[in-house]
């Protein structure tokens, strides 16, 4: 069964303090791996679509990175604004199907 | 744009209620897609329409549940009755057909609560 798994769960980190978000998936025809930012009481929002291994894309703090079995978040010198829980996601036809998620608390 | 809009944004009913909850997809979107999030299960497709048509409803819990979606511009869930276990967030999301990839957006969202 296709399965996307996220880690770890939950994440507390320090002002300043990088690290990285774990994703991996047991997929095949795999079309794109997203990632999404949810905050409390808001419906996901849509960060990056990677398509094939070795593709890396950045958006401020944040850089989505893609192998063939897994994604990793990485996130540097995050601020307490990047609280949230960043789903994962994998496409196949036209659905995605989503994991738990981590729920990511920077520490001022 | 808007967005995807959804309404109402809370509700709170009582078990054996209808209850339905209203989406807008965004402008010139062709895909439309309800999903239900809760704490144990995360978020889960239930169904979702292309052209205005159901494509895949094999998410769809139970009978109880039905989607219609009559114009490009609306969409409807419908639970009925309704049951506390039915508690969830329920999310509708559209995308646009032949942009590159599978984004999906997401509305705020509806929160349900059946007591």
């Known amino acids: 069964e296709d399965q996307v798994t996220q880690s770890p769960e939950a994440l507390r980190l320090q002002e300043g303090e990088s690290s990285s978000l774990n994703c991996s998936y047991t997929?095949?025809?795999?079309?794109?791996l997203f990632w999404y930012r949810q905050d409390p009481g808001k419906g996901p929002e849509f960060l990056f679509t990677?398509?094939?291994a070795g593709e890396e894309k950045e958006k401020e703090r944040l850089k989505a990175t893609l192998t063939k079995k897994e994604s990793f978040l990485h996130i540097t010198a995050p601020k307490p604004e990047d609280s949230a829980t960043y789903l994962c996601?994998?496409?196949?036809?036209?659905?995605?199907?989503f994991g738990t998620g981590t729920r990511l608390t920077i520490i001022p | 744009d808007a967005g995807v809009i959804q309404s109402p944004r809370h509700e709170v009913t009582e078990m054996g209620q209808e209850v339905t909850l209203r989406c807008k997809p965004i402008?010139?979107?062709?895909?439309l897609f309800w999903y239900r999030q809760t704490m144990m299960r995360g978020l889960e497709l239930l169904i979702y329409?292309?052209?205005?048509?159901?494509?895949?409803d094999s998410g769809m819990p139970e009978d109880r549940f039905s989607a219609k979606m009559p114009n490009a511009s609306f969409s409807t869930l419908k639970i009925q009755p309704s049951e506390p276990r039915d508690s969830a967030v329920y999310f509708c999301?559209?995308?646009?057909?032949?942009?590159?990839?599978?984004?999906?957006?997401f509305g705020e969202g509806s929160w349900l609560t059946v007591v």
């Open positions: 329409f292309n052209n205005n048509v159901p494509i895949d």
């Open positions: 997929v095949s025809g795999l079309r794109g």
């Open positions: 996601a994998r496409g196949i036809r036209e659905k995605l199907t």
């Open positions: 402008s010139g979107h062709d895909y």
């Open positions: 999301a559209s995308r646009a057909q032949g942009v590159s990839g599978n984004t999906i957006y």
């Open positions: 990677l398509y094939s």
